[in-house]
């Protein structure tokens, strides 16, 4: 049997999108991630993944268009096309009334360190594969 060719695409493995994190907010991320895991050991698992694979910079020095608490961002689902605009925030100021989306969600997780333009795989809490491209963050 002939050895399978690396560059076969069903062989390739997705790559997560590189992702920047603000000194600033790394110990708070870690703290809630590790107060979750018994709540929510998966959610928090994933975010501990994210921080340990992030590069962590001083806020002077982030740039302007990565997904970061208190950032406005927009990200179209490209399997439908539908964009949409939320603010990542902190647990304790989640409204999604008024489109605050809590960083302790699966889609504040995916979106956290993004930079515009960064598409990336989304599981939903119905167990959906999405893929999602950060179109603008202000």
């Known amino acids: 049997m002939a050895p399978q060719k690396?560059?076969?695409?069903?062989?390739?493995?997705?790559?997560?999108?590189?992702?920047?994190?603000?000194?600033?907010?790394?110990?708070?991320?870690?703290?809630?991630?590790?107060?979750?895991?018994?709540?929510?050991?998966?959610?928090?698992?994933?975010?501990?993944?994210?921080?340990?694979?992030?590069?962590?910079?001083p806020a002077a020095e982030m740039p302007a268009n990565v997904v970061k608490i208190g950032n406005m961002v927009t990200y179209r689902d490209e399997s439908s096309g539908q964009e949409r605009t939320v603010m990542l925030v902190y647990p304790e100021d989640a409204d999604i009334a008024q489109g605050k989306v809590s960083i302790m969600t699966p889609i504040g997780v995916a979106l956290l360190g993004l930079t515009e333009g960064s598409s990336f795989h989304w599981d939903t809490r119905a167990a959906q594969r999405r893929t999602l491209t950060v179109t603008s963050v202000s």
Do not use: F, S
């Open 6 to 57: 690396l560059t076969n695409p069903q062989n390739r493995r997705l790559r997560n999108p590189k992702i920047i994190i603000d000194a600033d907010d790394l110990a708070h991320l870690e703290a809630l991630a590790e107060g979750a895991l018994v709540r929510n050991a998966d959610l928090a698992n994933r975010l501990l993944e994210e921080l340990g694979r992030a590069k962590v910079l």
